[in-house]
Structure formats: structure tokens, C-alpha cells
């Protein structure tokens, strides 16, 4: 066996190469912070920090995701998730994320490089007792990535959840 193989590349000084297939998405690239606000008819109303941060891996067609959330007033801890996504030539995209709740969620959704826009759809929402559905909607307006999702429940349906707006730092 070639003793190369096993061996982890040499360092570079040069930033890892963009795989191209990433290219279409390389405006989420960076870390995101800023504030947003969360609700659902079964909790009160909540207002949080967060920062999102997207990143790729050298030379591999996926974006490495994670996002993490924090009281305003204290800065306290609240939320945590991270996943890949994989964008497809054909402007569809695939998406997993972990959950520090437990929940795990494998979605599919669409991409426009030119509107800066991703629509995603849960197809599995995993260890989950009582969500069925979830929805994420990113855009960048202006500079700045909004997003929003959606959720919905084994009895209440899809509803607003969450919306943020973060800017690149």
C-alpha cells in the first residue's frame, strides 16, 4: 500500500481549493451573525442572537454548516446544529443537519445563484416525536442572509417558527 494514502496532505499556505461545484453558492461562504425572533402557537414569543457559519472542505462538493443561538440578555446558550450541504448542477441542493435536541433533519430544495435564494423541504425528519415537517427558506437581501422557517406538527400545521436577519462578519 502506497504510505501517501493514509497520510494527511502537506500543509499549504494557500486557502484550500473551491470545489466547483460550489461555486453557485459561494456567496453563503463566511461566518453570519445577527438577531432574530421565534415563535410557534404552543410557546411564547422569543427573541435570540446567532451566528451561522458556512465553510467548505478542500477539493470536496459539499458546504460544512453550522449555527449556533444565544439568549440576547444573558448570553446564554439555547440552540446548536450543524450538516453538509450539497449542491447539484441542476440547481437542487441536499441538506442534512443534526439538531443539539436530538432531531435530525434530511431535506431537498432548490437553489437560484442570481435571486441568492434556497428553499428547502424536509423529506425526514428524524428522532422526532412530534415534528413532521420543517421548511427553511435563505436569501440575501441586500447584504444581509434572511431566513425563515417553518414547522409543522403531528396537530398543527405548517407555521411561521423562526426568522432572522444576520449579517457577514
Excluded at 445577527?34 to 404552543?42: A, I, N, V
Amino acid at each position: 500500500m502506497d504510505a501517501n494514502v493514509d497520510s494527511p496532505a502537506p500543509e499549504s499556505s494557500s486557502p484550500p481549493l473551491l470545489h466547483p461545484a460550489l461555486a453557485s453558492l459561494s456567496f453563503l461562504l463566511g461566518t453570519w451573525r445577527g438577531q432574530g425572533e421565534g415563535g410557534y402557537p404552543t410557546i411564547n414569543s422569543f427573541s435570540y442572537g446567532e451566528e451561522l457559519h458556512f465553510s467548505h472542505l478542500p477539493n470536496k462538493p459539499v458546504i460544512r454548516y453550522t449555527q449556533k443561538t444565544w439568549k440576547l440578555s444573558s448570553g446564554e446558550p439555547m440552540h446548536a446544529e450543524s450538516g453538509y450541504w450539497r449542491p447539484k448542477p441542476d440547481s437542487t441542493i441536499e441538506v442534512v443537519i443534526a439538531q443539539s435536541t436530538g432531531l435530525v433533519e434530511v431535506q431537498k430544495g432548490t437553489y437560484s445563484t442570481s435571486e441568492k435564494v434556497i428553499q428547502l423541504q424536509s423529506e425526514i425528519v428524524g428522532n422526532a416525536s412530534k415534528v413532521k415537517e420543517i421548511r427553511r427558506s435563505f436569501q440575501v437581501i441586500d447584504g444581509n442572509l434572511c431566513y425563515d422557517v417553518q414547522m409543522a406538527t403531528h396537530t398543527i400545521t405548517l407555521q411561521p417558527h423562526l426568522k432572522a436577519v444576520l449579517k457577514k462578519i
